[in-house]
């Protein structure tokens, strides 16, 4: 496993990803978020049943684990990020940027079929 | 082993509500994985072709042979490379599969919206959509004043029977009669 990077480090990275899709006209981005627990080990899960219960209500927030890999075969990167939970909200603002910006090979609008029908409706600003 | 793919969710709202359920019951083993696939042109080309030769399967004889001419055509074409990104919220737990696919630009934004609101119960931390409502329940009320009356009046205009609706305004004569 590769240390967890800064947020900085983790988007300017992730934005390297998006552009090589870009650029090389095919590939993958896997993103996946996931709650960062310590304490549970791959053998504490088939723990008896009123342990299961106690992750709903934790003593304090727990951090966020978030992974980026690609599926190109040449290249293959693996890069993850911890989200402290204070930082969400922050994170998600920069995180929202960086895909939108990654994610240009997304259609814009669909113009053809519905040109008459829709002309205004931009909502981002 | 049969693995059969679960269907998409028709609406990423429904996504969002699905997986917000989710994560609330299993917070710790749910994970949500963002999928951003651009398809090169050789590999749409590869589909194009497979979904034809299924199709042809499909039609018989005799529209096969017209149908020919119309699949030579259409290679001519340009390609596009073709983008889609898919969201899935997956409990290895519970075998929950939630997936919701678009093609939309616009959806990026809306759906890592849903990411940011999702990772609230995925920390442990409150609801904001739970926090929303009680924050809309402070303004509510007004409104609430307002529509509650008429909601009153309607079962002691029905227990009154027709002496005591004969009061009322005209607007509650009128419900009665629809």
């Not at chain 1, 006209?25 to 723990?47: A, D, E, F, I, M």
């Not at chain 2, 072709?49 to 030579?72: D, L, M, V």
């Not at chain 2, 969201?87 to 940011?116: D, F, I, M, Q």
Request: net charge positive; aromatic share 4%; hydrophobic share 30%.
């Amino acid at each position: 496993m590769t240390e967890p990077k800064s947020h900085d480090e983790f988007f300017s990275t992730l934005s390297t990803l998006f552009d090589k899709t870009r650029t090389h006209g095919s590939g993958t981005v896997y993103l996946v978020q996931k709650r960062l627990s310590y304490s549970n080990s791959p053998s504490s899960s088939s723990t008896s049943s009123p342990d299961t219960l106690a992750d709903l209500t934790p003593a304090q927030p727990l951090p966020l684990l978030i992974r980026a890999s690609t599926s190109q075969s040449k290249t293959k990167t693996k890069l993850s990020t911890i989200v402290q939970p204070e930082d969400i909200e922050d994170f998600f603002v920069k995180y929202a940027e960086v895909c939108r910006g990654g994610m240009s090979g997304l259609k814009k609008r669909e113009r053809r079929k519905k040109k008459g029908k829709k002309a205004g409706g931009e909502k981002k600003g | 082993m049969p693995s059969v793919n679960p269907p998409y969710l028709a609406t990423s709202q429904e996504w969002l509500q699905q997986s917000s359920l989710l994560l609330k019951a299993r917070p710790t083993t749910a994970r949500i994985t963002t999928k951003y696939s651009v398809l090169s042109p050789k590999a749409i080309d590869a589909k194009i072709q497979k979904s034809r030769a299924i199709s042809k399967k499909r039609k018989p004889k005799s529209e096969g042979k017209e149908a020919e001419p119309e699949a030579s055509d259409a290679p001519t074409k340009e390609i596009v490379p073709e983008a889609s990104l898919i969201v899935k919220t997956y409990c290895p737990e519970s075998g929950v599969c939630l997936k919701y696919k678009t093609a939309n630009e616009r959806e990026v934004g809306r759906l890592v919206a849903a990411l940011a609101t999702l990772g609230r119960p995925m920390a442990g931390l409150e609801d904001m959509a739970e926090d929303a409502t009680k924050a809309m329940d402070i303004d509510v009320p007004e409104a609430k004043a307002a529509a509650e009356p008429t909601k009153t009046t309607k079962p002691a205009q029905s227990g009154g029977g027709g002496g005591g609706g004969g009061g009322g305004g005209g607007k509650k004569k009128k419900k009665g009669k629809k």
